[in-house]
């Protein structure tokens, strides 16, 4: 009983010194294949507010940008690039006519957040995502990943922001 | 010495039973004078996030609604009517196009948070504010309060909603 339990657990060392050694060898051979999130970052729903965003046209999309302490830090004291550390999220949702409120307005202009369509992530880690501008890219649906071609699109817009890959401005 | 000390002390728990009884008696003679907040509640930037409006029309206006502990754990467990505690902001901005954004994307399509416009404030104190729903309403211009007959508009229009006199629901 005692030798299949030391097998155990040379087994489980192993795989772990494996799954420690093989990203260290990507990165060391200049692999510049972009790292995606697979996990949502928990507790993002308690993080405070970055700003507020809406796209029109075929996105019509309504956006709640939050971020960690790291982020809000960063943002409040005008620290650019972002720190190690990082993690800003962005809530999006349908932009929809508030019915309920226009009817006590007597009048059609109230849009609220309609049914939740994605949730978007990035996490500055300079190492870890050094070939995407030190940012980790996540996109997830119903609580799951999107496919990776779906992830390759937000890197070349993020891109060409002209702080350190964020559109999003801190709202006072 | 001692007793001039003692007169000051004397003359200060007089101004405060005065202070005390005022405001008891305008409501014992059943005044239903709306009482609006005069100070900003502080802390509020870094409360959680509630939801996001949009004003189309004449307000052309974007929020984020915010709410403190209290707010929001009364929302995420439905609870109805908020219980005496809950503070309610909601940050207005202009809703402006980001040209920044637009031509990263190639299109028009994004508008962002310009400059801020005013705050708002519902705080839930079911006694001092029993002649208001138990509501009491803040509406605050470059951090001084508007006055008192712009903030008569406040309650009609909340009156009109079915959710405790608030019109945000809670976002995912």
């Known amino acids: 009983m005692r030798r299949v339990t030391l097998l155990l657990i040379a087994a489980a060392a192993l795989v772990c010194v494996i799954a420690l050694i093989a990203p260290a060898r990507g990165r060391a051979a200049g692999e510049a294949v972009p790292i995606f999130l697979t996990q949502i970052p928990p507790g993002y729903r308690d993080w405070r507010l970055v700003s507020v965003a809406h796209e029109e046209g075929n996105l019509n999309s309504f956006a709640a940008v939050l971020g960690n302490d790291v982020a809000i830090r960063a943002y409040r004291e005008g620290k650019l690039p972002f720190p190690d550390g990082t993690v800003i999220a962005a809530l999006h949702y349908r932009h929809v006519p508030s019915e309920e409120n226009n009817s006590v307005f007597g009048r059609e202009q109230s849009f609220v957040a309609g049914p939740q369509t994605n949730i978007q992530f990035m996490v500055k880690d ?23 071609a779906s992830m390759q699109t937000c890197l070349p817009c993020h891109a060409k922001t002209s702080r350190d890959f964020v559109f999003t401005r801190y709202a006072p």
């Open 126 to 148: 300079s190492k870890k995502y050094a070939a995407t501008g030190g940012w980790g890219f996540g996109f997830f649906k119903d609580a799951r990943p999107v496919d990776a």
